[in-house]
């Protein structure tokens, strides 16, 4: 499989009054064609801004690229142009985000928001968009699209409207889809329902999604690889199947515990992971997660762990940063060390 | 939209508003035009004092202009003349109506009005979305201080400021009159001032607002120009407030013609209120008040009706507006 | 960071201080005032108003003091002059000391401006403050009326009220708050409802009364926000009204000076008087205004919760 799009080594900063924000740092990772990926990870974790800095939609000022490079088609989306950037958008790179009802312009019919993409990027006749967006709200499984159309944001339900969002977002078929957190704001049922038609679209046309949330259900259903995020930083990622069952990063494990599940054990009690997320403005110097692991040791306040391949039976892609999977760590300890 | 609201609620609810409000600008129509009445009637002297007149001349002076009547006569007569708008003779010229100074003074002060509004509006908005766009830099400081100045500084004193410099100094206009378009144009900026200053700092406000929202976000997922993005996403939503406001700032500017008319002698309707009023001249200040009035009520009336057609959220219920809720 | 991958002995020891990392530093918490005056005084345009306004304040008040001139007497060898030892300000058409006629006509007209602001809170609180807590018959008919009287233009209103009731500085108080008070009026009427609403909810929450005081505690002072707002901005909208009033001729007649009627005199005669004639009362008042407007914005954003940090 070819990477879509490879973030290398990204840095971005936000320059506030009350100082300046490290937001993501240091954060690589591939997305492959045609796969779906789920980057999850708290809020304030850098999974929206490293979403938003794909698109460069970020705004500039306060926030800054410090590093690295996104690169897309042979060409680092960092440093294209703004006219280059806004051919890509919409039409290579599709994005939908959580709040629909903030999400779609108040005083502009739903149909014509989708056929403004559409025109934007192909010279077509007015009355051909509008049968464009028409054939698209049918795809998303609006009944009597024609009608929909015309309807103002505020007429549709939560679930209405982020089909519509679908709608404008895969209008031009694009190759990377980034949905930042598309059914946190919606009841469970409509939630199975939206992802299904996002998986429906996507099979059609083999594009890829990046899936950022922080519902570890979602996630389980639907991706096939998982990035996680911590404090600006990946702090493990690989194939779903792995990051389920053998994650190797006790954040990842602990992000596994607390959240219930039917078979857990009903007399234990749930365990949240204490503490919060570091200060971004100073981030320490170790690792992130330091303040809340149970396993903490005392080479983890001084140095950031390092990310380590996680030898796995069926060859997938596995890495974790933590001084546990080590092998110093394993040879020092030997008997006595901790497996997660 | 106007389809589609018709569509919405039928043509009844649309019907019940309509007269709803109709009936409502109506009844403030006649509270002013009594209240006129009634300040009238209290206000102490009478246009007919003067020492060389005799009392036949003075009893024949109050027939002819129905002063002797019982105080209810008079109120009717003066209704029946607001309604058919014949308000009369005038008391101070003999042989002018006091028609006559509405209809020779209402197009100047509408001239003067649509200018000044235009230029404010115009202006106005053009200044505060580059503020808002340019947030925290110099054109946004420019834009503050601009608005400041306009409401801080009382028209007399920014005509005089303007006529100094631009008439007396640089020639460019005369100082005052209504001769031509030349000298529409310092009365213009005079009576613009204020309302731009206001528009100026409400499209701000409003324009930073809007451009922090959601929508605008996804606009820009969607690769458009920034040119689309600002006109059709930002500046369309963001004027939503402001025309709401539309009929408080041309109150504002309404009251604000009649001093601008004094000072550089403009033959419009505030003109001759003032003069009227200093003469005592009844017919002509009763005219000259209900017609004020029944300009900014027929105003604010009219932004009643159109601004649930403009806003898509806004659905008429019941005879009211409410916003819209799934 | 490593140095040469090499670790140290104790690398792999388990940490033992690592759990008090995690407390996070709270902010303490401030009331609702002490928050927005921090704010206010972030503000410095806002400030400069304040200043700006403590400052006129103390120039009307103590300023006939130092001057040794009364601000009504002629001296008809003196008229005319510009700003000198003896005249600070210089002298007008009459051979007025300028200086002690800005001080005595800024009292009247800062007088005018804080009672009509007076006034109108009030009367605002009052009216607007039974309506909505009885509510009902009343509530409407007083809002109607007030409606009714606010669609008269304001100016218009006015001007009638300042023939009716003449000249003279209670008079124009009047005719400044005949209307005024309705936007306030409603403004408390509105607060009021709201803190009807919210005891209505704690009575259904079965709340003891305990906690209602507490709430009251503290929706009251988030209510008088915009009430201290309105107030603050009545006041420059009050000398704007006088000043323009004098212009009209239907203000404050002259010999007694104020802000507005020495301005409007002065730019009645354009060709003649120096240029002091004019920029003193005409500055003093655009201060006053710029002040007022700036100082009733900052306490806006000051009291805005929305942009409580």
């Known amino acids: ?36 990926l789920g980057v999850v990870g708290e809020s304030g974790c850098g999974k929206s801004v490293t979403s938003n800095a794909i698109m460069r939609i970020l705004p500039t000022p306060p926030a800054e690229y410090k590093q690295g490079e996104i690169i897309m088609d042979g060409k680092n989306l960092l440093g294209l142009s703004e006219s280059h950037m806004q051919r890509i958008r919409g039409k290579d790179i599709g994005m939908i985000f959580q709040d629909s009802m903030a999400s779609l312009n108040p005083t502009m019919n739903v149909g014509s928001q989708i056929a403004e993409v559409i025109r934007r990027h192909q010279k077509v006749s007015s009355d051909k968009a509008k049968r464009q967006a028409i054939e698209m709200l049918h795809l998303v499984g609006l009944s009597n699209p024609e009608k929909r159309y015309h309807q103002y944001p505020h007429e549709f339900s939560g679930g209405m409207r982020q089909r519509a969002m679908i709608a404008i977002a895969l209008a031009l078929n694009p190759k990377l889809l980034i949905a930042d957190e598309p059914t946190t704001a919606l009841d469970v049922t409509i939630q199975d329902q939206i992802l299904k038609v996002m998986k429906t679209l996507i099979e059609k046309s083999d594009a890829s999604v990046m899936l950022i949330t922080h519902d570890l259900g979602v996630v389980a259903e639907t991706c096939r690889r998982v990035v996680v995020m911590y404090a600006g930083q990946i702090i493990e990622q690989g194939a779903a199947d792995h990051i389920f069952y053998n994650a190797k990063h006790p954040y990842t494990k602990g992000l596994l515990l607390s959240v219930p599940s039917m078979k857990m054990d009903k007399t234990k009690a749930l365990e949240p992971i204490v503490g919060s997320p570091p200060d971004l403005f100073s981030p320490p110097a170790g690792c992130p997660f330091y303040a809340r692991c149970k396993y903490a040791m005392k080479i983890c306040k001084d140095s950031c762990p390092v990310m380590e391949a996680i030898p796995e039976n069926d060859g997938q892609a596995h890495e974790a940063s933590c001084w546990l999977n080590s092998l110093n760590y394993r040879e020092a300890l030997g008997e006595r060390a901790v497996t997660l | 939209m106007l389809a589609a609201a018709l569509k919405k609620e039928g043509k009844n609810a649309l019907a019940k508003y309509i007269l709803k409000r109709l009936g409502y600008a109506i009844l403030t129509i006649w509270v002013v ?8 009637k209290v206000i102490p002297g009478n246009p007919f004092i003067s020492d060389k007149m005799t009392k036949t001349t003075l009893e024949n002076l109050m027939r002819f202009y129905k002063l002797d009547q019982p105080l209810f006569i008079q109120y009717l007569e003066y209704l029946k003349s607001v309604v058919t708008f014949n308000f009369g003779p005038s008391m101070v ?40 766009l340019n947030h925290n830099r110099w054109p946004d400081y420019i834009s503050i201080i601009i608005a400041i100045l306009g409401v801080s500084v009382p028209s007399f004193i920014m005509s005089r400021i303007l006529t100094s410099f631009f008439s007396l100094k640089l020639g460019w206009f005369p100082v005052s009159g209504w001769a031509s378009m030349k000298s529409t144009v310092l009365p213009m900026i005079a009576l613009a001032v204020l309302p731009m200053a206001q528009i100026t700092r409400l499209t701000r406000s409003s324009m930073l607002e809007v451009m922090g929202m959601d929508y605008i976000k996804t606009a820009r997922a969607k690769g458009i120009s920034r040119i689309a993005l600002i006109l059709r996403h930002g500046v369309k939503n963001a004027s939503l407030p402001i025309i709401s406001s539309l009929g408080t700032i041309t109150t504002n500017l309404v009251t604000g013609s009649i001093v601008i008319e004094r000072i550089f ?6 003109e001759s209120l003032v003069k009227s009023v200093g003469n005592r001249d009844y017919p002509v200040i009763m005219a000259a008040t209900v017609v004020y009035s029944i300009i900014l009520i027929a105003l604010t009336l009219a932004i009643d009706l159109i601004y649930p057609f403009i806003d898509p959220r806004i659905k008429i219920v019941g005879g009211e507006t409410v916003l819209a809720e799934e | 960071m490593l140095k040469n991958n090499t670790f140290p002995v104790d690398a792999f020891d388990l940490a033992t201080d690592n759990f008090s990392a995690a407390d996070e530093i709270k902010r303490p918490s401030i009331s609702y005032i002490s928050d927005a005056w921090r704010r206010l005084k972030l503000n410095k345009l806002a400030m400069t108003g304040l200043v700006v306004i403590i400052l006129l304040v103390i120039f009307v008040v103590f300023g006939p003091l130092a001057t040794p001139h009364n601000y009504a007497y002629q001296d008809f060898s003196v008229m005319n002059q510009g700003p000198s030892a003896n005249h600070w300000f210089g002298t007008d058409e009459m051979g007025r000391d300028l200086f002690a006629r800005a001080c005595q006509g800024g009292r009247v007209s800062l007088f005018i401006g804080l009672a009509a602001a007076c006034i109108d809170l009030m ?37 009638l009220m300042a023939i009716i009731f003449g000249s003279g500085i209670f008079s124009l108080v009047l005719a400044i708050t005949i209307t005024g008070w309705v936007p306030m009026a409603r403004l408390v009427r509105g607060q009021v409802l709201s803190l009807r609403e919210l005891e209505y909810v704690q009575a259904s929450r079965s709340m003891g009364a305990e906690d ?35 212009f009209l001729g239907l203000g404050i007649q002259p010999p007694n000076p104020s802000w507005g009627q020495m301005a409007s005199d002065a730019i009645e005669q354009m060709i003649v008087g120096n240029l002091n004639v004019i920029l003193v009362p005409s500055i003093l008042i655009c201060l006053s205004m710029f002040s007022f407007n700036v100082l009733g914005d900052g306490l806006r954003d000051a009291f805005d919760p929305k942009m409580r940090k």
């Open chain 1, 1 to 36: 499989m070819e990477p879509l799009v490879q973030i290398k080594n990204l840095h971005i900063s936000f320059n506030t009054y009350a100082g300046e924000v490290k937001a993501v740092r240091g954060v690589s990772f591939d997305i492959y064609k045609g796969e779906m």
């Open chain 2, 33 to 40: 035009v009594t209240l006129t009445f009634i300040i009238m």
């Open chain 2, 93 to 132: 010229s003999a042989t002018l109506d006091a028609n006559f100074y509405i209809t020779r003074g209402l197009p100047v002060s509408m001239q003067l009005g649509v200018q000044a509004l235009l230029t404010a509006l115009i202006f106005g908005m053009l200044l505060g979305v580059v503020a808002a």
């Open chain 2, 265 to 270: 002698a403009i033959p419009g309707m505030g």
């Open chain 3, 123 to 159: 009367a605002g609180v009052l009216i607007g403050g039974i309506a909505g807590y009885v509510g009902g018959q009343l509530d409407n008919l007083l809002m109607r009326f007030a409606e009714a009287l606010y669609s008269i233009p304001y100016m218009l209103m006015v001007v």
């Open chain 3, 212 to 246: 209602s005081w507490i709430f009251i505690k503290h929706i009251v002072p988030n209510a008088m926000g915009p009430i201290i707002v309105s107030a603050t901005l009545t006041i420059p909208r009050a000398i704007f009204s006088e000043a323009t009033l004098s």
